[in-house]
C-alpha cells in the first residue's frame, strides 16, 4: 500500500515527508521532476509515474504536489482517492491547505497523518473520528496551549471508530439542532459557435427527496441507507456532524437540460495587422424566472495576445498578461440592458495570426431555484423530542460551461 | 549576564519565552520546529542577530513587562521571527553551556532531559519538525526515548512518531523502550493496546521478532475489533521484518479472517494478500461472510476484499460468458447472443451473491470502490449484466483531474471491446479546453474507439474543433484519431482524407507533419485513386520543414513513383540539392527513392542517383553510408554484386503490407481492470495475474460454512470434521435447491451456524451450575414515546440460553401503550450483520394496555459492543440496541476449592488482573461480599472454609473461558484479583466490581 508520502509546491521544493514503512530517500522525487520539467502546465503532469523500483502517484491540489511512493500493485484510485481526502482534511483542520498552513502546523499535520495510515493502509479518515483524536487548531486554543503546555491531542479517545456509525461521534447534544440543505446544482455544457448545445448535463451536490426518476445516478455518503433509498427512493440517515455532502446526483445528457443564458460573440483575427476584434454579449435564455447572478466570463487567449483595449457596459475586465487569461466579471445579468464587451485585441508583431478562436469559460449563480426542477418535498426527523430547525437552499451554478467560438 | 546567575532564573527564562511566544502567536511564530529544522545552516544568520537579541534578553531577566519595548520594532520581528527564534533559543542554550559549537540538536537534548513537561513537548515539535524536513535528528535518540512512558499523551504520541523513524538506527537504544510497549498492550483502554502495538510492530529490529509475534497473537483474540485490526496490520509488518515468520502468520490470518467485525475485514484481507495469497482454501469458509459483511465494511477495506474476490471467483466459478463464442467475443466489438446454446448454464449461488452484494456500492462516495465494483462486473458479471457499471464510472469524470485520468485509461480498455457500453455517453468525452492534456488523449482515444457508422459524423464534427486547438500536441493526437476512425469506418475513409489533404495547408507545422505522416499510412491502403494527393503533397514539399513528414512524403514518391513518373524525378533532383543540409531520416529516404527511381526510370534519374549515392558514401552518419553501399551494391549492376542484383527491384518494390493503425489500449486488457499494472501497461511489483475461469468449477462445498447442532459430547476436533462432511453431503445432494435459495442460504447457515464451544474439549473439572440468583436490573429497549407506543425493556435472567449455549438470555418485556393494538411484532435486520441472535416468535397482536415477555438468545461474542437489531411491527421500524454488562457473559461454575486454586496456578502473569480496592464498611461481611459481586457478575460462589478469602467461578458464554475472582478481605481495603485469560473482561470486570464493592 501507500509507502512514503512527500509534499512537493509548485518550485519544488520538498518541505514534508513522512514514511510509514522503511524510509526511502527524496531522490525517489527526481523522477517526477523528471516529468514536471517536460509538462507545460503543472496539471499535465501524468498522475502515475513508473520509477526502476517504486511507482509514484501524485495528486496536484492547490498550488501542491502530494507525491505518494507504492512499491507494490495496488489500485491506483485507492491511492489518488487517499490523497484527496488527506488534503481535504488539512483544508479542514487549517481553513486551507497550501504550504505556509502546512509548515506553519506541521506537527498537527504529521499528527493527522500518522492516524490515517497504518502501515500504509488507511485508518481513521472521517473527520469527526479525526476531530476527537487531534483537536483542530485555533487562534485561541494555540494561545492557551502555549500558556498552560497543554496540547492538542484530545485527552478523551474517540468512540466513533468502533461504533457502526464511524462518521458520527458518541453522544452529540446541541441545545438546538438545525439541519441546512443545500442543493447544488451545476450545469455542464459546451455550446458550439452558433449556439447550439453541443452538451450538457447537470450534476449536484446534497440533496433530493422525490422526482427520482430524473435522477440517472447517484452516489451516497455512507450514513444513508440505500435499501430504503431503493425501496421508497427515500434518504435516510443519521447525520455526520457539522457540514457533510450527503448525495451526489447526475442528471444526463439524455434529458434535456435548460441553458440559462445565451452568448452572442464573435472574435476574429486580422490577417493584415497584428490585432484582433473582440465582441461578447450575453443575454437570459431560460432562467425559471430568476436573476442570474454573478455572471462571470473567462477566456483563455492565444498565446499572441498582448493586450486587450475594450470597453464593457457593465462590469469590468481584466486581462492577465503572464497566463493570457482575460477575466469579464459581469455580477448581476439585466435582461433589460444586456451586458456587452468590445474592443481591440493586439496582437505580437510578426506573430502568425492564431489558428483557433478561444473558447469562453462562463461562470453564473442562479439563487433559489434548481434547474433539474427537483425539489425537497418532505423533511422529517426522528429521535428528537423537540422540533429542531429546518432549512432548505437551492443554488443553480456553473460547472464545466465553456462556448466555443 | 554570567554564566554564574544563569541556573537560578532558568525557569523564568523559560517563562519569558513561553510569554514572548504567546505574544507573536498570531505572527505566525514559528513554533514547530520550522525554524530550527534548517539545523546549522542557519547558524551563520542565527548568530548574527544573536547580539541584538543578546541585548533584549539580558535587560529584561528583572522585568517582563518591557521586553519587547526595548526599542525593536514588531515588524523588525515578523520580518525576522525566524532569525529571531532561532538566535533566541541558541543563544539562551549556548549561553546556558559552553558558549560556542553547539548545535540547536544539543539545545533540544536539554530540552528533553528537562523535567519541564511543556518544555519537553516543545523540544519534541521541534524534532517531529526536522523529521518531517527529512533532516537527520538521530543523535537524539537517547534523549527522546526516555520519555516514552510520558503520561502526557500528545507527548507521547510524539515519541511514537520519532521512534518509529530511528528504531531501526538505534537498534540497541529502542530495545529500552519495548517494556513500555508490553505494559501497554495490557492496558484496559483498547486505543492505548492498539496504539502500543502500532508502534512496537512498526520498529523494524529483527531482535524483537519473537514479542511481535506474542504481541499480534494476543492482539488478534482482543475482544476490541480496533486491537484486532491493529493486529492485522502488524501482521504485514511482521512478514516483511521476518519472512520465516510466514507459517505461523497464517495462522493468525486464518483466525483473523473468521472474524465477524466490519472493521477488521478489510485489514486481515490485505495481510492475507501480502502474506499468503495463493492460500485460496482460507478464504472458503470466509467467503460467504465476507460478501454479506462487504456493505457495512470501511470503504478502504472494501476496494481490497473487492479486488481480492474478483481474482477468488476467477478461481472458483466457471464463466458466465457463453463457452463457444468467448474467444470471439475478445475480437468482436458487440455482444453476440447465441441462442442456440447446448448446455445451460447455470450461475453458481455464490457467484450471483458476490455480484448481488457488490452492486449497491457502485453508489459509494468514494472512487476507488466504484471503480473496484466496476473491474469487478467487467471480470465477473455475465456480459449483459456489465452494461450497469457505465452511468457510475462516467459519473466518477466529474471528480478530480487525477481520478479522472484512471477512469479514463479503465474506460478506454473497456471500449475497445465493447463499444455499446460507453456510446450513449460519448458526448460526456467531448473535450474541453480547459482539460490537462493527458485527459484530452484519453477522450481522444476514447471517442476514436467509439466511432462506427452512425456517429462518425458527429465525431467527425468535434474532431475539427479539437484539430484547431491551441494545444499543438492535442492535435497532433487528434490527426491521428481521424487516421484511426478512417481505417476502421471505410465509409469515411475519402472523408477523413480529403480533410487531412486539407490541413497539409495549416500554418503550424506540427498539424501538417502529423498528417503528412496520417496520409502516408492511409494512402498505403488504397493507393490507386489517389495520385492526385500525392501529387498535391510533392508541390507541399518545399514548405514542409519537420523531417519526419518530408521523410513521408520522399518515401510515397518512392513507392508510387509509377504513378507520378513527372514529378518523382523532379523530387529527386531537389533533394540532390538539399541533401548534405538534411536529417538523417530525410537522407536515408532520398537514398531510398534514388534506388526505385533508378530500378524504374533510369534513362532521366542515373545520374541523379549516382550523385547521390556519392554524397551519401561519405556522409558523417554511419547509417547513411552503410545503406547508401547497400543500396549501390543491390541497384548498380557489376561484377561483385552477383546474383542479389537480379531481385533488386523485387527487394526495393515489393508490395508492403499497410501499417495498423491501432489504438494504444489494444492489449491492456492481459491486466486486471483498475490495477496499477494497467494503468502503467507493465506488470507492477506483486500484480496477481487474474486466471482464467476453471473449465469444471471445483467443489462448491468448501463453501459451505459448518452446520452443527450443538451436541455436547463431541469434541472440537470431532465435531468440524464431522460437519464438513455433513454439510459437504448436503452440498452435493441439494445442489439443486441450494442454488434456487441461493439467498437466504448463507444466512440460515450462519444462523444455525454454532460457535465451537471449548468448554468440554478443555478441563472437565468445572461444569455449569444453576445460575446464581441476584438482583435483576432491567434497562430500558424502547421508550414508548419514540416507539410510537411500543415499549420494550430487557434483563438478563442468569439462565443458561435454551437455544445455543454460546447464547446469552434475554429477557424482552414487551408492552403497548398506545390505544391502538400493534401487529406482528418481530426482529428485522441486525448489525453487525453477522450477529447471531436468537429472535422470539413474531407476536401477532399486543392490545392497548397489554404487555408480553418473550426470550430470546444472543451471542455477544463475550464482547461487549451493543447487539443492534430492528424492532418491528407491522407499519413501523425501530432501531434497538442491547448493550450486555461484562458480568452478564458470564455463567456460573462449580468447582472445588483444590481446583480453583490449580486453575488459577494456570492463569498467572499477563493473564491475571489485580487491584486494591477500598471496601465499604457495610460489606466487609462474606455474605455481603457475595451479594455485591453477584449482583454485577453472573458468577458461582466456591464454597471455602471461614477465612477472609472469598472465590467466585465462572465462565464466558461463548467461548467457555474460565473466569476466576478472588478476594482477599484486609480490614478496610480488599485485594480482588481476577485470572482469565480475555484480560479485556478482566479489566471491565474489575472495574465494575470495584465500583459495586466501593459503594454500599
Redesign the interface.
Known amino acids: 500500500?501507500i509507502h512514503s508520502l512527500f509534499l512537493i509546491n509548485h518550485s519544488g521544493d520538498?518541505?514534508?515527508?513522512?514514511?510509514w514503512?522503511?524510509?526511502i530517500s527524496?531522490s525517489v522525487c527526481d523522477y517526477f521532476f523528471e516529468a514536471k520539467e517536460k509538462?507545460?502546465?503543472p496539471?499535465?503532469v501524468?498522475?502515475?509515474l513508473?520509477t526502476p523500483h517504486h511507482?509514484l502517484?501524485?495528486?496536484?491540489r492547490g498550488k501542491l504536489f502530494f507525491l505518494s511512493v507504492?512499491?507494490?500493485?495496488?489500485?491506483?484510485?485507492?491511492v489518488?482517492?487517499?490523497?484527496?481526502r488527506v488534503a481535504d482534511t488539512f483544508q479542514d483542520y487549517f481553513g486551507e491547505c497550501s504550504e505556509?498552513v502546512i509548515?506553519?502546523?506541521?506537527?498537527t499535520?504529521?499528527?493527522l497523518l500518522?492516524e490515517m495510515l497504518?502501515?500504509g493502509?488507511?485508518?481513521a479518515?472521517e473527520s469527526n473520528v479525526l476531530k476527537e483524536l487531534i483537536r483542530p487548531p485555533t487562534?485561541l486554543r494555540?494561545?492557551v496551549n502555549?500558556?498552560t503546555?497543554s496540547?492538542?491531542?484530545?485527552?478523551t479517545?474517540?468512540t466513533g471508530?468502533?461504533s457502526?456509525i464511524?462518521w458520527r461521534r458518541a453522544d452529540v447534544k446541541y441545545t438546538n439542532n438545525e439541519a441546512y440543505f443545500d442543493v447544488i446544482e451545476e450545469i455542464?455544457a459546451?455550446l458550439?459557435k452558433s449556439g447550439t448545445t453541443?452538451?450538457a448535463?447537470i450534476?449536484a451536490l446534497c440533496f433530493s427527496s422525490h422526482n427520482p426518476r430524473l435522477l440517472?445516478?447517484?452516489?451516497?455518503?455512507?450514513c444513508v441507507r440505500?435499501k430504503r433509498w431503493?425501496s421508497e427512493r427515500t434518504l435516510s440517515f443519521i447525520p455526520p456532524d457539522g457540514n457533510f455532502?450527503l448525495m451526489?446526483y447526475?442528471v444526463?445528457?439524455?434529458n434535456p437540460v435548460a441553458i440559462p443564458v445565451y452568448v452572442k460573440q464573435s472574435i476574429s483575427f486580422f490577417e493584415s495587422g497584428p490585432c484582433g476584434r473582440l465582441d461578447i454579449t450575453i443575454g437570459p435564455k431560460q432562467t425559471m424566472g430568476k436573476t442570474v447572478e454573478a455572471l462571470m466570463v473567462k477566456i483563455?487567449m492565444?498565446?499572441a495576445v498582448l493586450s486587450a483595449n475594450l470597453t464593457a457596459t457593465q462590469g469590468n475586465y481584466t486581462y492577465d498578461l503572464p497566463n493570457k487569461v482575460l477575466v469579464w466579471d459581469i455580477g448581476k445579468l439585466n435582461p433589460q440592458k444586456l451586458p456587452n464587451l468590445k474592443g481591440i485585441l493586439s496582437l505580437q508583431a510578426g506573430a502568425?495570426?492564431?489558428?483557433?478562436n478561444?473558447?469562453l469559460?462562463i461562470d453564473l449563480r442562479i439563487q433559489q431555484v434548481a434547474i433539474s426542477g427537483l425539489k425537497v418535498s418532505r423533511l422529517e426527523m426522528?429521535?428528537e423530542?423537540y422540533k429542531p430547525f429546518k432549512g432548505v437552499k437551492y443554488v443553480t451554478k456553473a460547472?464545466?460551461f465553456?462556448v466555443?467560438t | 549576564m554570567s554564566v554564574q546567575n544563569f541556573p537560578p532564573i532558568y525557569s523564568t527564562v523559560v517563562e519569558i519565552f513561553?510569554w514572548l511566544?504567546?505574544v507573536y502567536?498570531?505572527i505566525?511564530f514559528?513554533?514547530?520546529?520550522?525554524c530550527l529544522s534548517s539545523g546549522r545552516s542557519l547558524a551563520p544568520r542565527g548568530r548574527r542577530s544573536c547580539s541584538s537579541i543578546g541585548c533584549i534578553v539580558s535587560v529584561p531577566f528583572g522585568s517582563h513587562n518591557n521586553v519587547w519595548s526595548t526599542g525593536r520594532d514588531p515588524a523588525i520581528w515578523e520580518a525576522d521571527t525566524d532569525a529571531v527564534y532561532a538566535a533566541l533559543s541558541h543563544h539562551l542554550w549556548s549561553t546556558f553551556t559552553a558558549p560556542e559549537a553547539k548545535s540547536s540538536n544539543e539545545d533540544l537534548k536539554e530540552m528533553l532531559e528537562s523535567n519541564k513537561?511543556?518544555l519537553k513537548?516543545e523540544a519534541m515539535?521541534r524534532v517531529?519538525?526536522l523529521?518531517?524536513?527529512?533532516k537527520n535528528a538521530s543523535e537524539l535518540f537517547p534523549a527522546v526515548v526516555k520519555n516514552v512512558a510520558s503520561k502526557?499523551?500528545?507527548?507521547k504520541?510524539?515519541v511514537?512518531?520519532y521512534l518509529v523513524?530511528y528504531a531501526?538506527e538505534q537498534q540497541d537504544l529502542a530495545l529500552l523502550s519495548i517494556s513500555t510497549f508490553q505494559r501497554a498492550l495490557k492496558e484496559p483502554?483498547?486505543?492505548i493496546r492498539a496504539s502500543a502495538l502500532?508502534v512496537l510492530?512498526?520498529i523494524?529490529v529483527s531482535i524483537i521478532v519473537p514479542i511481535m509475534m506474542l504481541a499480534i497473537k494476543e492482539a488478534s483474540a482482543d475482544m476490541?475489533?480496533?486491537v484486532r485490526?491493529?493486529a492485522a496490520?502488524?501482521i504485514?509488518?511482521l512478514y516483511?521484518l521476518d519472512p520465516d515468520q510466514k507459517e505461523q502468520l497464517i495462522e493468525v490470518i486464518e483466525k483473523l479472517l473468521k472474524d465477524k467485525s466490519?472493521?477488521v475485514a478489510?485489514?486481515v484481507v490485505?495481510a492475507f494478500d501480502e502474506v499468503c495469497p495463493d492460500r485460496i482454501d482460507l478464504i472458503h469458509k470466509n467467503y460467504r461472510k465476507l460478501c454479506n459483511l462487504l456493505?457495512?465494511v470501511?470503504?478502504?477495506g472494501q476496494?481490497v476484499i473487492i479486488?481480492m474476490l474478483t481474482r477468488y471467483a476467477r478461481t472458483q466459478f466457471t464463466s458466465p460468458w457463453k463457452e463457444d463464442n468467448e474467444k470471439a467475443f475478445y475480437e468482436s466489438e458487440e455482444e453476440k447472443k447465441d441462442q442456440t446454446e447446448a448446455t445451460p448454464y447455470t450461475m453458481d449461488p455464490d457467484h450471483r451473491l458476490l455480484l448481488r452484494n457488490t452492486k449497491?456500492l457502485l453508489?459509494?462516495?468514494?472512487?476507488?470502490v466504484?471503480?473496484?465494483v466496476a473491474q469487478l462486473y467487467w471480470h465477473l458479471a455475465p456480459k449483459h449484466e456489465v452494461n450497469i457499471v457505465t452511468?457510475?464510472l462516467?459519473?466518477l469524470l466529474?471528480s478530480?483531474?487525477?481520478?479522472q485520468?484512471?477512469?479514463l485509461q479503465n474506460i478506454a480498455t473497456m471500449s475497445i471491446q465493447r463499444k455499446g457500453m460507453f456510446e450513449?455517453?460519448m458526448?460526456?468525452f467531448?473535450v474541453?479546453?480547459?482539460d490537462?492534456?493527458?485527459i484530452k488523449t484519453l477522450k481522444l482515444e476514447i471517442l476514436t474507439n467509439l466511432a462506427n457508422e452512425a456517429n462518425i459524423s458527429t465525431i467527425l464534427r468535434?474532431f475539427q474543433?479539437y484539430v484547431?486547438?491551441?494545444d499543438k500536441a492535442f492535435a497532433a493526437a487528434t490527426i491521428q484519431a481521424i487516421g484511426r476512425c478512417a481505417t476502421d469506418i471505410s465509409e469515411v475513409t475519402d472523408t477523413c482524407l480529403s480533410g487531412l489533404v486539407l490541413l497539409l495547408s495549416?500554418?503550424?507545422e506540427t498539424v501538417v507533419a502529423e498528417s503528412v505522416v496520417v496520409i502516408k499510412k492511409l494512402l498505403q491502403t488504397q493507393p490507386t485513386q489517389h495520385s492526385d494527393i500525392i501529387k498535391h503533397m510533392a508541390k507541399l514539399f518545399d514548405n514542409i520543414s519537420v523531417s519526419m513528414a518530408r521523410a513521408s512524403i520522399l518515401w510515397l514518391m518512392g513507392e508510387y513513383c509509377e504513378r507520378v513518373p513527372k514529378i518523382a524525378p523532379d523530387v529527386l533532383r531537389k533533394m540532390a540539392k538539399t541533401f548534405t543540409a538534411e536529417e538523417d531520416i530525410v537522407k536515408l529516404q532520398t537514398v531510398n527513392l534514388a534506388a526505385k527511381l533508378y530500378l524504374t526510370n533510369s534513362k532521366q534519374t542515373k545520374l541523379l542517383t549516382q550523385y547521390i549515392l556519392n554524397l551519401g558514401k561519405y556522409d558523417q552518419s554511419y547509417d547513411i553510408r552503410d545503406r547508401t553501399r547497400f543500396v549501390r551494391q543491390l541497384i548498380v549492376p557489376n561484377e561483385k554484386s552477383g546474383a542479389l542484383n537480379k531481385y533488386a527491384r523485387r527487394i526495393l518494390l515489393a508490395p508492403k503490407p499497410a501499417p495498423m493503425l491501432e489504438s494504444a489500449f489494444k492489449d491492456r486488457d492481459r491486466f486486471q481492470l483498475?490495477?496499477?499494472?494497467h494503468?502503467?501497461n507493465?506488470k507492477?511489483?506483486?500484480?496477481?495475474e487474474l486466471s482464467d475461469w476453471p473449465a469444471v468449477a471445483p467443489d462448491q462445498s468448501v463453501r459451505n460454512v459448518e452446520v452443527v447442532e450443538p451436541s455436547s459430547s463431541e469434541s472440537e476436533e470431532q465435531s468440524s470434521d464431522e460437519s464438513d462432511e455433513t454439510s459437504s453431503d448436503s452440498g452435493k445432494s441439494s445442489s439443486g435447491s441450494e442454488k434456487s435459495s441461493s439467498e437466504s442460504e448463507p444466512e440460515q447457515k450462519k444462523k444455525t451456524k454454532t460457535k465451537k464451544a471449548p468448554q468440554k474439549k478443555s478441563k472437565a473439572a468445572a461444569a455449569v451450575t444453576a445460575p446464581s440468583f441476584g438482583p435483576v436490573k432491567t434497562h430500558e429497549l424502547l421508550h414508548h414515546?419514540?416507539g410510537k407506543g411500543l415499549s420494550a425493556k430487557y434483563h438478563f435472567p442468569r439462565q443458561p440460553c435454551l437455544y445455543q449455549p454460546s447464547m446469552v438470555a434475554v429477557q424482552v418485556i414487551l408492552a403497548n401503550s398506545s390505544d391502538h393494538s400493534l401487529e406482528k411484532i418481530h426482529i428485522g435486520d441486525r448489525?453487525?450483520a453477522g450477529l447471531n441472535i436468537h429472535c422470539f416468535n413474531t407476536i401477532e397482536r399486543l392490545e392497548p394496555e397489554a404487555s408480553v415477555t418473550v426470550s430470546m438468545g444472543i451471542d455477544f461474542s463475550d464482547s461487549t459492543?451493543a447487539a443492534?437489531f430492528q424492532l418491528c411491527t407491522k407499519e413501523d421500524q425501530f432501531s434497538v440496541s442491547i448493550q450486555p454488562v461484562v458480568g452478564e457473559l458470564l455463567m456460573p461454575s462449580t468447582m472445588s476449592e483444590q481446583d480453583f486454586s490449580k486453575e488459577q496456578g494456570k492463569l498467572l502473569g499477563m493473564n491475571e488482573t489485580s487491584a486494591t480496592v477500598a471496601m465499604a464498611t457495610a460489606n466487609t461481611s462474606s455474605q455481603a461480599v457475595s451479594k455485591q459481586v453477584l449482583s454485577v457478575a453472573n458468577v458461582g460462589v466456591v464454597s471455602s472454609g471461614p477465612n477472609d478469602l472469598h472465590r467466585f467461578a465462572g465462565r464466558t458464554v461463548s467461548s467457555g473461558a474460565l473466569v476466576l475472582v478472588s478476594l482477599e478481605l484486609k480490614e478496610s481495603s480488599a485485594l480482588l484479583t481476577i485470572n482469565t485469560e480475555k484480560s479485556v473482561m478482566a479489566s471491565m470486570l474489575l472495574r465494575d466490581l470495584k465500583q459495586a464493592l466501593a459503594l454500599a
Open positions: 500500500m520538498i518541505f514534508l515527508e513522512k514514511h514503512k522503511s524510509v527524496h509538462a507545460v502546465d496539471e499535465d501524468p498522475p502515475v513508473q511507482y502517484i501524485t495528486v496536484h507504492v512499491q507494490t500493485e495496488v489500485p491506483p484510485l485507492f489518488i482517492e487517499f490523497l484527496h505556509s509548515k506553519d502546523n506541521v506537527v499535520v504529521y499528527e500518522e497504518d502501515n493502509f488507511p485508518l479518515t487562534i494555540s494561545v502555549t500558556l503546555g496540547s492538542n491531542v484530545g485527552d479517545l474517540p471508530q468502533l457502526t464511524p455542464d459546451i458550439d453541443v452538451f448535463e450534476q440517472d445516478d447517484v452516489s451516497f455518503h455512507p440505500f431503493e455532502t451526489n447526475h444526463s445528457s439524455q483563455h492565444p498565446k502568425p495570426k492564431p489558428e483557433d478561444p473558447s469559460n426522528f429521535g423530542k460547472g464545466k465553456q466555443r | 513561553q511566544k504567546s502567536k498570531n505566525s514559528p513554533e514547530k520546529g520550522s513537561e511543556s513537548l515539535k517531529v519538525g523529521i518531517a524536513k527529512g502526557n499523551i500528545e507527548l504520541k510524539l511514537y512518531v523513524r531501526e483502554n483498547q486505543f502500532r510492530s512498526s523494524r476490541s475489533p480496533y485490526k491493529t496490520h502488524a504485514q509488518k516483511s466490519t472493521l478489510g485489514s490485505v456493505v457495512d470501511e470503504e478502504w476496494v479486488s449497491p453508489q459509494s462516495r468514494n472512487t476507488a466504484v471503480m473496484s452511468k457510475s462516467v459519473r466529474r478530480h483531474r487525477e481520478v485520468y484512471i477512469v450513449p455517453f458526448k460526456s467531448y474541453r479546453s480547459t490537462a492534456t493527458h468535434e474543433t484547431k486547438s491551441q495549416n500554418r503550424d483498475g490495477t496499477l499494472s494503468s502503467i507493465s507492477a511489483t506483486g500484480y496477481q414515546m419514540t448489525s453487525p459492543q443492534n
